[in-house]
């Protein structure tokens, strides 16, 4: 049940964060993203890629090389907003539909390998938690109304819980497992790493976004 609750919550609680809180500081924003890209890149490694390689098929290889080329194809309609970028009109009032196909195809493949692996769990909540933040606080300043904004974030929330169903409900997903983890693999490390050096504007040295990648590396290594 957790598997499937967590992930809503954490959007739910982006949201919240916006409506009540209201911040206006980019960089404590950015420092978010780059603690979760850290953390999910970590979890990822330490505990995800491990599992998948000890297949010892050069296949599970081709499946990260396509789960990558994938994720670029689906940034091609959300312009980034799986890694903190939204590039739709704030003057629009159409319901932004290429952006909710693409990261619902995301959210429900990240979700179909979480049941095997409880902390890929922590990386999905951590990295849902800022681009729920993102997405309220433009859609909250654009001419989006606020029924709208909702429910596309809400409808952004079941998606993994989607993911997480289907694993379990059908057998298809259970005999590919290993494949279907390793796409979800490559989809990770293109969106981990696409955080990390965009947080880095300009290749500038910053003491704390490094403590800030060193401190979520450690968390997800000791979890």
């Known amino acids: 049940m957790i598997t499937i609750l967590a992930p809503i919550i954490a959007v739910i609680l982006g949201y919240f964060v916006v409506l009540v809180l209201k911040p206006n500081q980019p960089k404590h924003l950015k420092l978010l993203l780059a603690f979760s890209g850290a953390f999910l890149l970590s979890v990822t490694v330490f505990d995800f890629l491990p599992e998948v390689f000890s297949m010892q098929n050069k296949r599970i290889g081709l499946f990260i090389m396509i789960g990558i080329l994938l994720q670029i194809i689906l940034e091609f309609f959300s312009k980034g907003a799986e890694h903190g970028h939204v590039h739709i009109s704030k003057t629009s009032t159409n319901f932004p539909w290429l952006l909710f196909i693409s990261l619902s195809i995301h959210s429900v493949l990240e979700g179909l390998p979480i049941e095997g692996h409880s902390h890929l769990l922590y990386g999905i909540i951590i990295h849902k938690l800022p681009i729920a933040i993102i997405l309220s606080t433009f859609f909250l300043k654009s001419n989006l109304s606020k029924v709208r904004s909702f429910a596309f974030l809400m409808l952004f929330a079941f ?62 290594y000791f979890i």
Do not use: C, D, R, W
């Not at 979800?184 to 910053?206: P, Y």
């Open 159 to 220: 998606m993994t819980p989607i993911g997480v169903i289907l694993s379990q409900q059908f057998e298809f997903f259970k005999t590919y497992y290993y494949e279907i983890s390793a796409l979800v693999i490559g989809i990770f490390l293109h969106i981990s790493t696409t955080i990390l050096f965009e947080s880095n504007e300009g290749h500038t040295f910053n003491f704390t976004k490094l403590m800030t990648i060193i401190i979520a590396t450690v968390l997800a």
